[in-house]
Nanobody
């Protein structure tokens, strides 16, 4: 089992920045690739960013490339999502996830463990 707890969400103005954190506990953190997803009201959960076990490779949804950065610190069992230039349509609950299927790193089905989510509100 892996327990994930997100933090760092909140209210930000359009164009502003937030840094989300996800602290993991339980099984070996470095054994999992990590992802961030988001879900807006009435919409399906969608992929935002992912990072491989060692942090050597990162993946991003097209709509966040150049604005969001995912990183991890295996010594601290934590993954981060730096979000810049936020837009109102990006208001959602952001979820952290841990997975062991590297071939499915950009889809929901590739992750076995999920956090409870953190709310991000972007005011226009």
């Amino acid at each position: 089992q892996v327990q994930l707890v997100e933090s760092g969400g909140g209210l930000v103005q359009t164009g502003g920045s937030l840094r989300l954190s996800c602290a993991a506990s339980g099984r070996t953190f470095s054994g999992y690739h990590m992802g961030w997803f988001r879900q807006a009201p009435g919409k399906e959960r969608e992929f935002v960013a992912a990072i491989t076990r060692s942090g050597g490779n990162t993946y991003y949804a097209e709509f966040v490339k150049g604005r969001f950065t995912i990183s991890r610190d295996n010594a601290k069992n934590t993954v981060y999502l730096q979000m810049n230039s936020l837009k109102p349509e990006e208001m959602a609950v952001y979820y952290c996830a841990a997975g062991s299927r590297p071939t499915r790193i950009t889809v929901v089905a590739g992750y076995e463990y999920w956090g409870q989510g953190t709310h991000v509100t972007v005011s226009s």
